[in-house]
């Protein structure tokens, strides 16, 4: 089961997440957005970028609670960036709040680091290794065993402090114990069940979860004074940027170089040196997380920022409660650990498929390639090989699906035989297709970025404008062009604009304006002809009369027919 599960209506393809993953273990199919398990290390970055919540953290809560309800003695490690995690000064506050959710005992999972710093110590008099690599971090040990098998030898083969804990938990306390461990981590999900630990881990929770179930429960953290031990715990410092080099003793005696160094894509970096061998003699401390477990993906603060969550860690370790009876930790358990090639590689394809992908999404050259990293890979070779595993899809090229919808978008308004103009709430034109300058015939004129009145004199424009009312179908004559048009004014309300579409009549205005002249001169003939019969008929009245009357009759229908239909197209 993934750590990390999506919700699929929310996921809206960003691709902000496979941007944010360092490497890349994010793929797409049917325009959902998956978590590749083999390829994920785990650093929930995906989950802290996400717009819409898509993205979940599996949540064992309800775990912890069974174990509760069925009386087993819980146990809570917590880990030591808490006072980082919860709007409280006082670590006894979250103590009493944890165990009015149930929990039996709380300690703090510092108490494991003491016994993995002095592992480390061990390792770094022995001097046998050429590097020596220490980290708490599960996701800096995935990354290795997932991306870089060639540096798991520098690792130091001890388990993290949250696996000494729960085993010193659990020799101490009894094996009936459950332990649940309380941090900001959700790799640590994933640590206890790599099959050698899930014996000792019985349950993970972040402290987001931790929050939300003290939310549930109705359990607010009130501030108490802190009891004091009698000694001082600088394990403590894990969670911070150099915290375990802090906890090293005679470093100045080893021959080692020490250096902290936090951000996953540093740690990349340093593994590439590593691998490449360019860098010996180091004890290097790596988080994985920028600033350290304090800045963690689950701590979820409202208060939150990085210099008082430091602030915050410093101030527990300098003023907090110490440990009682901290001899009572000093117990033999085994803390070695291996580690494992868990590299899957990518099929890489030859040049020509390469090429072949990459023409689809128009990359025809070399300058084609923007490598602008919109997709989330950063280059466009990367992408296509990407789109080869069938972890990408190939649409997911931003610049070539907007060039495409802008270009089929031209080729529709461009091809259109109407004049289209699109103006902004201002009236100024923003866009001009090629008929509106055939049609008023001002193809030497740039109409974008004009007012549409400095051109066309039409008053409907602001009357639409005004009322945000479509105006449609109207005839008009724009006499400084002489053309004639039937056109449609309309607003578009999510854009605040207004189009404008004109359908050029001028021909067919013109062809009107010949045929009603024709029967306007058809219809004078025919008064003629009637007025010159009446006269010849005055004349002739007793010979040709009822002729007469047959001939006025029938003239006077022609012209009546004739008026009528020029009534009509008029």
């Known amino acids: 089961m993934n750590t990390i599960r999506f919700k699929e209506a929310n996921c809206k393809n960003c691709y902000k997440c496979i ?31 996400c717009p819409q919540n898509a993205k979940s953290v599996v949540d064992e809560i309800e775990k912890v609670k069974r174990f509760i309800e069925k009386k087993y003695k819980v146990y809570a490690s917590i880990a030591p960036s808490f006072t980082a995690a919860f709007n409280t000064k006082s670590a006894k506050a979250i103590y009493n709040a944890i165990k009015k959710l149930g929990f039996a005992y709380i300690e703090e999972t510092a108490i494991g680091a003491a016994k993995v710093s002095q592992e480390y110590e061990k390792l770094i008099s022995n001097g046998k290794m050429k590097n020596i690599i220490s980290t708490a971090c599960p996701v800096i040990v995935l990354l290795a065993e997932k991306y870089y098998p060639e540096v798991l030898e520098y690792l130091a083969p001890v388990v993290s402090p949250m696996i000494a804990h729960a085993k010193i938990m659990k020799k101490l306390y009894g094996d009936d114990i459950k332990v649940v461990f309380i941090g900001p981590c959700l790799a640590k999900k994933e640590e206890y069940k790599d099959g050698e630990n899930e014996k000792f881990i019985d349950a993970v929770i972040t402290f987001e979860e931790l929050q939300r179930w003290m939310d549930t429960e109705g359990i607010s953290l009130i501030d108490e004074d802190e009891e004091e031990g009698s000694e001082k715990l600088n394990a403590r410092f894990y969670p911070l940027v150099g915290g375990i ?5 005679n470093k100045e005696k080893s021959n080692y170089r020490f250096i902290s160094i936090d951000g996953i894509e540093n740690c990349m970096k340093t593994f590439e040196a590593i691998k490449n061998g360019r860098a010996f003699g180091y004890f290097i401390e790596m988080n994985s997380c920028y600033g350290g477990c304090i800045n963690g993906p689950c701590i979820n603060n409202d208060d939150y920022s990085y210099i008082n969550a430091m602030d915050k860690v410093l101030n527990y370790i300098e003023k907090a409660n110490k440990v009682e009876n901290i001899s009572k930790f000093d117990i033999e358990i085994d803390l070695h650990k291996e580690f494992f090639n868990k590299m899957k590689c990518n099929d890489i394809p030859d040049e020509k498929t390469i090429r072949s992908i990459l023409r689809k999404i128009g990359k025809f050259k070399k300058e084609d390639e923007l490598n602008c990293g919109a997709c989330g890979y950063s280059s466009c070779r990367e992408k296509a090989i990407a789109v080869y595993n069938n972890k990408a899809n190939l649409h997911m090229c931003l610049p070539y699906m907007r060039e495409k919808a802008e270009s089929l978008s031209n080729i529709i308004i461009n091809s259109s035989p109407n004049a289209i103009l699109a103006l902004n709430r201002e009236l100024y034109i923003h866009e001009a297709n090629n008929a509106a300058y055939r049609i008023f015939n001002i193809e030497n004129i740039n109409l974008v970025g004009k007012n549409v009145y400095d051109f066309f004199d039409c008053p409907d424009f602001a009357i639409v404008k005004d009322t945000e009312k479509n105006i449609l179908n109207q005839k008009y004559h724009y006499e400084k062009f002489d053309v004639t048009v039937e056109q449609s004014i309309i607003y578009v309300k999510d854009q605040d604009a207004i189009i404008i579409i004109m359908k050029d009549i001028t021909k067919e205005e013109k062809s009107n304006k010949q045929l009603n002249k024709v029967r306007s001169e058809t219809v004078e003939i025919a008064q003629k002809v009637i007025e010159k019969q009446m ?4 004349e002739i009245a007793s010979l040709l009369g009822e002729t007469t009357a047959e001939t006025k009759v029938a003239l006077t229908k022609l012209k009546d027919i004739i008026v009528t239909e020029m009534g009509e197209e008029i």
């Open 535 to 538: 006269r010849v008929a005055q």
């Open 19 to 49: 941007r944010s993953c360092p490497v890349k273990a994010i793929s797409f199919n049917n325009d959902q957005a998956q978590i590749m398990e083999d390829s994920c290390i785990l650093c929930g970055n995906c989950l802290k970028v």
């Open 245 to 249: 080099l802090k906890t090293i003793e």
